[in-house]
């Protein structure tokens, strides 16, 4: 290892004790006959200090490297009432373990603001801002969360196919690719084979998984590649699945806040635990135009939309029973009023990060379904078989981790929640 400890590791026990750090070159400044070395890893900063009188000639000569210089710094931990952290460095051996050989393209320490587009082309620099490591903390944070929230619920994970025949979602916004001799396409969503694995009996899965939207849209809340976390349960109706969403939604945010402080602090982001309000899609309806907000049954909902349901309605909201015809040919029909369908949405801090349904399960349903929406039912053979061999009530949502690391983190483009991220113009790095 070419550490004994990360920054954060650091601590009081460690005072004139030698120790092995290894990172980039932060910032360098010279005051009189002193030279400080800012230190930076994943973990944080640390301040090493060289003086002209007592230091080593060489090791100051060393010292004055450019800001991203690769390093690895031995040294002794010595307490200071001057230094930020309580403590710093004295270094006694410094190594440059690759010199630079171009030009960093933007100040990583943030002094100078960067277009959002020149820090993706340079995404591998932009991670080493403190901002953008945060966000990637909460993202790993949120991701652990999820999963370990579902094993804990007896859910099994799986994985599903990314190449698929047709259309899981039956719209037209598909990447397509040549897979052999046929014409295939990258997932819209792991829809149809989650429902297929609750039907063969693995009752309670869930799943992480890339899907592919050829939307042609360029807004800060669209990516062409997105991640989802799903899950899909058997035996069940649309209200079991609702209350499961909300226990996951709150375990995610309990875990972010008490692991991500320090991330959330960085990135001026509060968060609360919030309260989660069910409404339906009527009185939604009813509730805004009585607030002067015009929208008609039918009408599905929109950006302004969700961000009035935010200040009508609180930081987290659940709209269910939405309209049959508006919703994804899978939906099933309410049984009291076949206008609704059962679904749902998870609206938070004024955007949708979670959609999910109770399914259609019999066979005839599915059928008149497809049929309403005039889509060829010989492309969902498999899929329209499945219900008419014991296929159980069941239901299932996804979370869209990068809208969800988006309103955690307080950031404004969907983008800066993708390490690598894909939309209509941008597929490199």
């Not at 082309?121 to 999963?147: C, G, K, P």
């Not at 897979?179 to 799943?207: C, N, R, T, W």
């Not at 492309?379 to 008419?388: D, P, Q």
Request: a positive charge; glycine letters at 4%; hydrophobic letters at 40%.
């Amino acid at each position: 290892m070419l550490r004994t400890y990360f920054i954060e590791e650091l601590n009081d026990s460690l005072n004139n004790k030698e120790v092995i750090l290894a990172g980039w070159v932060h910032e360098v400044r010279e005051l009189g006959n002193i030279i400080f070395l800012i230190l930076r890893d994943k973990t944080g900063i640390v301040q090493v200090i060289g003086k002209s009188n007592v230091t080593d000639k060489k090791i100051i000569d060393q010292m004055k490297l450019p800001k991203e210089s690769v390093i690895q710094i031995s040294g002794v931990l010595k307490s200071s009432k001057t230094a930020k952290k309580g403590f710093e460095i004295i270094p006694n051996k410094i190594i440059n373990l690759n010199p630079l050989e171009s030009k960093i393209p933007f100040e990583v320490t943030g002094k100078v603001d960067a277009e959002l587009d020149t820090r993706l082309d340079f995404r591998y620099i932009d991670l080493r801002r403190t901002e953008t490591n945060a966000v990637f903390n909460i993202q790993s944070v949120i991701l652990n969360s999820f999963r370990n929230s579902l094993i804990e619920k007896k859910f099994n994970e799986i994985r599903t196919p990314c190449i698929v025949e047709e259309a899981t979602e039956g719209g037209a916004d598909l990447f397509s690719v040549k897979y052999f001799e046929k014409k295939a396409y990258l997932a819209q969503s792991p829809q149809l084979y989650k429902q297929l694995a609750v039907i063969g009996g693995m009752d309670k899965i869930f799943i992480i998984s890339p899907v592919f939207r050829a939307e042609k849209s360029n807004t800060s809340f669209h990516l062409a590649e997105i991640t989802q976390m799903d899950i899909e349960m058997g035996f069940v109706d649309y209200n079991d699945a609702i209350e499961l969403l909300s226990s996951v939604f709150l375990d995610i945010l309990k875990d972010v806040k008490i692991k991500n402080q320090k991330d959330l602090e960085i990135l001026n982001s509060k968060l609360e635990m919030p309260k989660i309000n069910i409404i339906s899609y009527s009185k939604m309806i009813e509730k805004l135009n009585s607030n002067g907000i015009k929208i008609n049954f039918g009408d599905d909902l929109n950006r302004e939309i969700e961000k009035e349901v935010y200040k009508l309605f609180g930081e987290a909201v659940i709209i269910k029973d939405f309209p049959y015809k508006i919703r994804a040919f899978y939906s099933m029909p309410n049984k009291d009023n076949e206008e609704l369908c059962n679904s749902f949405d998870l609206i938070y801090r004024g955007l949708e990060i979670s959609s999910g349904a109770q399914r259609i399960h019999k066979k005839n349903i599915l059928i008149k379904s497809l049929k309403q929406r005039n889509m060829n039912i010989e492309n969902f053979e498999f899929y329209v078989n499945a219900m008419g061999c014991g296929a159980p009530p069941h239901a299932g949502w996804s979370i869209g981790l990068e809208r969800l690391t988006m309103k955690i983190c307080n950031i404004k483009n969907i983008r800066e929640a993708s390490l690598f991220p894909r939309d209509r113009k941008r597929i490199t790095p």
